[in-house]
């Protein structure tokens, strides 16, 4: 089903999110995080994606970054199956970044993403297109940040990883879904997004 609006379980899910994103911002800006995953809905609805998938988009971010306030991983995940359901919560777990592997070994900031994208190998259509529509976001907001400022500088300083590990980042994202045959409209602008951080220059 087509989503040409919003639902009631769509409004829920913004709701479930605006609460445990409460009081955090955008990296490096004063924006409110819920800016992050409703541009994501916005993108995933501009490319007719399905009420389920929407859903997920918004939900996208709030195991990985909301552990806190009592709430711990295990409780969110739980919060988000009795609520959205369990397509939904694996969806948003195929998506979201693991601390720790299946053996409990603690992952360093590296092996995170190259577990994220190998687990991208079992993950449904519908969270390759959540993967999809959150890099084509954050991509973009980068590179809009780095024209509205005098000092490229203060944009890849949020980033652990600096501007090579950042625009790394980006190409293999587009890399590995273009290598598992992903072949959703957005791909021609997660391209676009990668090549034009990749050539980006003040």
Not at 67 to 94: N, S, Y
Request: net charge negative.
């Amino acid at each position: 089903m087509t989503i040409r609006g919003y639902s009631d379980r769509i409004n829920h899910a913004f709701a479930f999110a605006a609460k445990h994103h409460d009081r955090q911002v955008r990296k490096g800006t004063r924006l409110p995080y819920l800016t992050q995953p409703a541009n994501v809905a916005v993108i995933l609805t501009c490319y007719h994606q399905d009420e389920q998938t929407i859903i997920a988009g918004i939900l996208h971010d709030v195991i990985e970054d909301c552990v806190r306030d009592g709430f711990t991983r295990d409780m969110l995940e739980q919060r988000i199956g009795d609520k959205f359901g369990v397509e939904i919560l694996e969806t948003v777990l195929a998506v979201t970044h693991r601390v720790v592997n299946e053996e409990g070994v603690e992952l360093s900031s590296e092996e995170r993403k190259d577990d994220y994208l190998a687990r991208l190998a079992a993950a449904s259509e519908r969270a390759r297109w959540v993967c999809a529509a959150d890099k084509v976001h954050n991509g973009s907001s980068i590179l809009a940040d780095l024209q509205r400022t005098l000092d490229p500088d203060t944009v890849w300083s949020r980033f652990n990883v600096g501007r090579l590990g950042t625009v790394r980042w980006y190409r293999r994202v587009y890399e590995r879904l273009r290598e598992l045959h992903f072949a959703g409209e957005i791909m021609d602008e997660l391209r676009e997004v990668a090549e034009r951080l990749e050539h980006w220059t003040p």
